[in-house]
């Protein structure tokens, strides 16, 4: 079988063009007429495609398209990355920056919310672009991509606080830089004497595990301790490729923990969980986090109770092995709080007010559906005055 963009592909084809990452970016689909080479795109597919054009971009590279359903429009892997005209419907809110990442910037893309650890957001770009994404806001926006220039003010800002131990590089996606371009940013990071710590974020090993060469990974060797979370959201996507590139990064003596985010009809469901967690683990991944999706404009069809996430979590402990098992997490703008019954309060209306590591009282919009008011695992409470919240453009019930 001949790599081109006329022809869907399979994972087991290993022809030297399909396995070249920089073939497979050249190659990402990003009109419906290529699409249509994968998928059977339903009505609801292209209107979302036509609509979310000024959103929102999409691409999605050749590998990942290769494990799309042709003919399921629910394939697990297909909902995260075709546009759906769902992601138009009216939201709970306007807010494109939930986390208030760009209020916690000193400078452009570095979010400095904890004082010990930034987030440095060294790029826009990513493979693909998943419809979930929580910076919908600025990845593929040329705004937000980083000059050399900016790039060494965020550096100098690390090396001038001396607080912080902990850099991670996400974006976007850091694994699409070039060797030159990571080596040039490692070198200055981890010269910096009170810096004990750079981690990466990617999806590389999810939606393009060519990237993971053994050229990057004796690069990335070289500058330890280094560690590296990715993000697969589904067993389908734990393929053989996959497992390859995990094993590259093991074998280079970098440790790799995974992120999942919870969503509405892809893994809701603790059989699709655990079965998630324990390939992870058969990887020699670590389950790191599973989160609770975002309140981001466009997202809400994948957005699923808290309730949903705990009643997972309480079902995969003592039938999976314990460390499996991730952290059930909500990201807020005061810092991860894990949804637990030792930092959750209960529910007021439709908010799940819980406490933040600071003492926050944080209300997060949480909708419950009606078929699921009944059998509410958690207590309901008055609306605390002095909660922080998104601020909605709808009129919330805030009690009950």
């Given at each position: 079988?001949?790599?081109?963009?006329?022809?869907?592909?399979?994972?087991?084809?290993?022809?030297?063009?399909?396995?070249?990452?920089?073939?497979?970016?050249?190659?990402?689909?990003?009109?419906?007429?290529?699409?249509?080479?994968?998928?059977?795109?339903?009505?609801?597919?292209?209107q979302g495609i036509a609509e979310t054009e000024p959103v929102f971009r999409w691409n999605i590279t050749p590998y990942y398209a290769a494990l799309m359903d042709r003919e399921d429009p629910a394939c697990p892997?297909?909902?995260?990355?075709?546009?759906?005209?769902?992601?138009?419907?009216?939201?709970?809110?306007?807010?494109?920056?939930?986390?208030?990442?760009?209020?916690?910037?000193?400078?452009?893309?570095?979010?400095?919310?904890?004082?010990?650890?930034?987030?440095?957001?060294?790029?826009?770009?990513?493979?693909?672009?998943?419809?979930?994404?929580?910076?919908?806001?600025?990845?593929?926006?040329?705004?937000?991509?980083?000059?050399?220039?900016?790039?060494?003010?965020?550096?100098?800002?690390?090396?001038?606080?001396?607080?912080?131990?902990?850099?991670?590089?996400?974006?976007?996606?850091?694994?699409?830089?070039?060797?030159?371009?990571?080596?040039?940013?490692?070198?200055?990071?981890?010269?910096?004497?009170?810096?004990?710590?750079?981690?990466?974020?990617?999806?590389?090993?999810?939606?393009?595990?060519?990237?993971?060469?053994?050229?990057?990974?004796?690069?990335?060797?070289?500058?330890?301790?280094?560690?590296?979370?990715?993000?697969?959201?589904?067993?389908?996507?734990?393929?053989?490729?996959?497992?390859?590139?995990?094993?590259?990064?093991?074998?280079?003596?970098?440790?790799?923990?995974?992120?999942?985010?919870?969503?509405?009809?892809?893994?809701?469901?603790?059989?699709?969980?655990?079965?998630?967690?324990?390939?992870?683990?058969?990887?020699?991944?670590?389950?790191?986090?599973?989160?609770?999706?975002?309140?981001?404009?466009?997202?809400?069809?994948?957005?699923?109770?808290?309730?949903?996430?705990?009643?997972?979590?309480?079902?995969?402990?003592?039938?999976?092995?314990?460390?499996?098992?991730?952290?059930?997490?909500?990201d807020t703008p005061y810092g991860k709080v894990p949804l637990n019954r030792s930092w959750v309060r209960g529910r007021a209306g439709d908010y799940v007010v819980m406490e933040t590591y600071d003492g926050t009282?944080?209300?997060?919009?949480?909708?419950?559906?009606?078929?699921?008011?009944?059998?509410?695992?958690?207590?309901?409470?008055?609306?605390?005055?002095?909660?922080?919240?998104?601020?909605?453009?709808?009129?919330?019930?805030a009690s009950v």
């Amino acid at each position: 079988m001949t790599c081109s963009t006329s022809r869907p592909h399979v994972a087991a084809d290993r022809s030297e063009e399909w396995t070249d990452w920089r073939w497979q970016m050249r190659h990402r689909i990003h009109t419906l007429d290529d699409l249509t080479d994968w998928i059977r795109p339903t009505e609801a597919e292209r209107q979302g495609i036509a609509e979310t054009e000024p959103v929102f971009r999409w691409n999605i590279t050749p590998y990942y398209a290769a494990l799309m359903d042709r003919e399921d429009p629910a394939c697990p892997v297909r909902r995260q990355v075709v546009p759906h005209i769902d992601e138009m419907q009216d939201e709970l809110v306007d807010e494109l920056d939930p986390l208030q990442e760009v209020a916690h910037s000193p400078v452009k893309n570095l979010v400095h919310n904890y004082p010990d650890r930034v987030a440095f957001c060294v790029t826009a770009e990513c493979a693909v672009y998943c419809r979930f994404c929580l910076r919908k806001r600025m990845v593929g926006d040329a705004d937000f991509f980083l000059r050399t220039g900016e790039l060494q003010k965020a550096i100098d800002y690390i090396a001038d606080t001396p607080a912080i131990r902990d850099v991670l590089l996400t974006g976007g996606d850091p694994l699409t830089f070039n060797a030159s371009h990571l080596e040039w940013l490692l070198e200055r990071l981890t010269a910096i004497e009170h810096v004990e710590v750079v981690r990466f974020g990617t999806r590389m090993p999810v939606k393009l595990p060519y990237r993971i060469t053994d050229e990057l990974c004796d690069l990335l060797a070289q500058y330890t301790p280094l560690w590296i979370n990715t993000h697969f959201n589904h067993p389908k996507e734990l393929t053989a490729d996959a497992a390859e590139a995990i094993d590259r990064l093991l074998r280079a003596g970098i440790p790799v923990g995974n992120q999942t985010v919870l969503m509405r009809g892809i893994n809701d469901d603790v059989e699709t969980m655990k079965a998630l967690c324990e390939g992870l683990v058969a990887m020699r991944v670590r389950p790191y986090y599973l989160y609770q999706a975002q309140v981001i404009g466009g997202t809400s069809h994948f957005r699923t109770p808290i309730e949903t996430g705990m009643r997972i979590m309480k079902q995969l402990r003592g039938h999976t092995t314990g460390f499996a098992i991730p952290t059930y997490v909500l990201d807020t703008p005061y810092g991860k709080v894990p949804l637990n019954r030792s930092w959750v309060r209960g529910r007021a209306g439709d908010y799940v007010v819980m406490e933040t590591y600071d003492g926050t009282l944080w209300a997060e919009p949480n909708p419950l559906p009606a078929a699921a008011s009944s059998g509410n695992e958690l207590p309901h409470i008055p609306y605390p005055e002095d909660a922080k919240t998104v601020p909605s453009k709808a009129n919330i019930p805030a009690s009950v």
